[in-house]
């Protein structure tokens, strides 16, 4: 993402913008760890 | 176990951070051990059965290079253990060994491309680091023996291979838990609920699509967090999937879903099939049945599975009766023919999804909805 957003917006905004967008992930990754639930499951296979 | 579930994820850390640790030489058995520690501690029977599995096929390829009974043999042993605990599984007297469907398939790549004699040369410890390697044991994909062994050779992590997995991992995450769990399992669904009665075809169309949505992403997830995973410890796995709902026809669908599967049917079973028979109807339905029974021995499995063969196999008829015709005569005619391919495609594998992701009754109420409008 860095990468693709360097020759757009340059270096600072691209580092800003990627930092917000991995911490925003990162954040609802935590806030929502709830699996959903499944009648079939690939990682029991 | 479950690949979500924190301790996986510290069997993960762990084994990256021990596998750079070790000095070359010593990193296949460090990549086997720590998969073969944590089947033991989760699983024990796993741990065992998987490594006797593994020596049949080590010693199919020392010893009967060059036999093909012998070579048929193992084959049929390995797939006949995995057919008999899935059936023992479905009629609910027995677990299925831990990640036991993409390790069978492993291993019978390994023994069928030892025979042929395409494998790299490779030793004992680099083979057994194929077969145990953590972050596909449980859920897949199916890598390849020359693409691991290759990867093998590696000695530093880069940067961009740090960056890359962190980011598939996390991204791996993101599709399950924020998705598909919060976004359409918790949001959409109730939303999707709260319409009927007054819109119970409405209501069953948008459940039958957020209900597939959720399958996709849960799997392409698990996927992510696997390639993710072996991009940390260095390797660069196959991808599993590419779009597959932008297909414009059931033979690309499968071309992009569930890529390691069934590029492996392709290789070993679709192209036996066809150059024994000749007949790529026959190929394409025996694929897409073993496909099927690859996921469950059940009856919706093998319909399912005679369904999507049934569907390749008119698919690939359509596409030849049609290789010596005219191409469309403008580019409107294109674009509505590659729409029309699309959605017929897609609601497709989305009615095909219901029956294998319900009990029977409520897949028949869910298409009874679909068809004539009633709750």
Known sequence: MYG?????????WALLLTALWFGALIALVILLAAEPKAGFRYDDL | MQVLELSWLGWIAASIIVCWALPGRWRPWGIAAFALAFLAVEDPPSAAILSVMAAITW???ARGGGQRPGIAAVVVLLL??????KVAMAGGGFALPL?????????VHYALERFKKSLPPHTASEFVAYL??????????????PEFHRDLKRTRLGGDLVSEGLERVLYGYAKILVVSGWLIQEQLQPWIAGLEPAHAWLSTYLYMLSAGYMGYLTFAGYSDIAIGASRLTGFRVIENFNNPFASRNIVEFWRRWHISLT???RDYLYATVFSLTRKPYLAALSAMLVIGLWHEVTARYVIWGLAHGLAVAGCQWYQR???GGTAPSSRPRAMLGAFAGWFVTFHFVMLSCVFVMHDFDRAMDIYRTLLTGRP
């Open chain 2, 132 to 145: 145990f390697f953590l972050p596909t044991i449980v859920a897949g994909p199916i890598h390849r023996f």
């Open chain 2, 99 to 107: 990640g036991m469907s993409y390790y069978t398939f492993r291993c």
């Open chain 2, 80 to 85: 006949g253990a995995l057919a008999a605990f």
């Open chain 2, 321 to 323: 009766r049609r290789a």
């Open chain 2, 59 to 61: 010693w199919s390829g």
């Open chain 1, 4 to 12: 693709w957003l360097l020759p757009r917006v340059g270096r600072r």
């Open chain 2, 263 to 265: 590029s492996w049917v």
